[in-house]
């Protein structure tokens, strides 16, 4: 049965977004009490409210006992690749201490395979945790979008594209690329060999348009035959430099888009014979215990990883208390700066 034309049962924030004719965040906003609503949309919002008879969902679950204090920070990866990579390892330092210090949970969650993806989503859907930390996401990973279909905030680290519509923390990229090429032309090098991460992520297209962009200002020819794909593991740099050395043994510097790669590199740059950073320069990128650990240290171009997983956990508690409208999203870009060691 019909009143006054729309169905019977509990109204949804979006008849109350579209009573009050503004958008779903707008109306989020109000329910929370955030200052960040004119008077005029807050008036509009409170009567349709009052019209429709709505009853926050936050507000239900509460009443219910439901609400959960809780964060997943989704990494989908091995335990392996986990423990091995510094990387994670800082994001979840810094996730964890912002979290600390809101009295939230921090439930990691691991995603191998496309069970245990649906399995994970069936866990969201039953409203267990109130927000999700995306990582090392791929361009066609449909979890963001799932994660936001079900109504609750999400923000990744880094980006699926250029236009992400998800909420996310990223750092300058394509600025490494380009620092790193353009130290290493400055230091004579001529035919500087880039290993890339996974051509499927944003991160690591973004690196290979710096190294490229480098390679152009530095008036060097690019060459296709200095690019080796990676896969942001220490195999893989492994990989990608025998490749490199088997097309071009005339290469003279290296720009891996990872110091975990960089650290493979040079275990096959050493077993070919030639010294770092005499014979070939060697540059990275995270400025990891790994850079600082090598023989001889990695110069790496750093990116503030633990600060990116705090600004990632602070996004999404704004986020939690206040819902952004879906076309202001909040998004942060953090700098980059060079470390010089002595690999190059």
Same mark, same amino acid.
């Given at each position: 049965?019909?009143?006054?034309?729309?169905?019977?049962?509990?109204?949804?924030?979006?008849?109350?977004?579209?009573?009050?004719?503004?958008?779903?965040?707008?109306?989020?906003?109000?329910?929370?009490?955030?200052?960040? #609503?004119?008077?005029?949309?807050?008036? *509009?919002?409170?009567? =349709? &409210? $009052?019209? @429709?008879?709505?009853?926050?969902? !936050? %507000?239900?679950?509460?009443?219910?006992?439901?609400?959960?204090?809780?964060?997943?920070?989704?990494?989908?990866?091995?335990?392996?690749?986990?423990?091995?990579?510094?990387?994670?390892?800082?994001?979840?330092?810094?996730?964890?201490?912002?979290?600390?210090?809101?009295?939230?949970?921090?439930?990691?969650?691991?995603?191998?395979?496309?069970?245990?993806?649906?399995?994970?989503?069936?866990?969201?859907?039953?409203?267990?945790?109130?927000?999700?930390?995306?990582?090392?996401?791929?361009?066609?990973?449909?979890?963001?979008?799932?994660?936001?279909?079900?109504?609750?905030?999400?923000?990744?680290?880094?980006?699926?594209?250029?236009?992400?519509?998800?909420?996310? #923390?990223?750092?300058?990229?394509?600025? *490494?690329?380009?620092? =790193? &090429? $353009?130290? @290493?032309?400055?230091?004579?090098? !001529? %035919?500087?060999?880039?290993?890339?991460?996974?051509?499927?992520?944003?991160?690591?297209?973004?690196?290979?348009?710096?190294?490229?962009?480098?390679?152009?200002?530095?008036?060097?020819?690019?060459?296709?035959?200095?690019?080796?794909?990676?896969?942001?593991?220490?195999?893989?740099?492994?990989?990608?430099?025998?490749?490199?050395?088997?097309?071009?043994?005339?290469?003279?510097?290296?720009?891996?888009?990872?110091?975990?790669?960089?650290?493979?590199?040079?275990?096959?740059?050493?077993?070919?014979?030639?010294?770092?950073?005499?014979?070939?320069?060697?540059?990275?990128?995270?400025?990891?215990?790994?850079?600082?650990?090598?023989?001889?240290?990695?110069?790496? #171009?750093?990116?503030?990883?633990?600060?990116?997983?705090?600004?990632?956990?602070?996004? @999404?508690?704004?986020?939690?208390?206040?819902?952004?409208?879906?076309?202001?999203?909040?998004?942060?870009?953090?700098?980059?700066?060079?470390?010089?060691?002595?690999?190059?």
């Amino acid at each position: 049965m019909a009143v006054s034309g729309r169905q019977t049962g509990r109204p949804t924030l979006e008849e109350v977004a579209a009573r009050a004719g503004v958008g779903r965040g707008t109306v989020s906003r109000v329910i929370n009490g955030s200052p960040r #609503v004119s008077e005029q949309a807050k008036a *509009a919002v409170e009567r =349709a &409210v $009052a019209e @429709l008879g709505y009853v926050p969902n !936050r %507000a239900a679950r509460a009443l219910a006992g439901s609400r959960t204090d809780a964060v997943a920070l989704v990494i989908p990866e091995t335990e392996a690749r986990l423990f091995a990579e510094p990387y994670f390892l800082d994001i979840i330092r810094g996730v964890s201490s912002e979290l600390a210090d809101a009295d939230k949970q921090l439930l990691l969650t691991l995603i191998r395979s496309e069970q245990e993806r649906q399995r994970f989503e069936q866990y969201l859907a039953a409203q267990r945790v109130d927000g999700v930390l995306l990582v090392s996401v791929h361009a066609a990973d449909p979890l963001p979008d799932q994660v936001r279909a079900l109504g609750l905030p999400a923000v990744l680290n880094g980006r699926r594209t250029e236009d992400e519509p998800v909420a996310f #923390v990223d750092s300058d990229n394509t600025g *490494a690329g380009r620092t =790193a &090429v $353009a130290h @290493l032309a400055a230091r004579g090098r !001529r %035919a500087v060999a880039t290993i890339t991460g996974p051509l499927d992520m944003y991160v690591a297209r973004c690196r290979l348009d710096g190294y490229r962009e480098g390679l152009a200002e530095a008036g060097l020819a690019a060459d296709e035959g200095l690019v080796a794909t990676g896969d942001f593991t220490e195999e893989g740099g492994r990989r990608a430099m025998r490749r490199l050395l088997d097309r071009r043994p005339d290469l003279d510097a290296v720009f891996a888009a990872s110091d975990v790669m960089a650290a493979g590199a040079r275990g096959v740059l050493r077993e070919a014979g030639r010294r770092v950073p005499e014979d070939v320069a060697l540059v990275g990128v995270d400025d990891s215990a790994v850079a600082r650990h090598m023989d001889p240290p990695l110069t790496s #171009v750093r990116q503030p990883i633990e600060e990116m997983g705090r600004t990632m956990a602070r996004l @999404l508690l704004q986020e939690i208390a206040a819902p952004s409208e879906p076309d202001e999203q909040p998004r942060r870009m953090l700098p980059t700066e060079l470390v010089v060691r002595g690999s190059s």
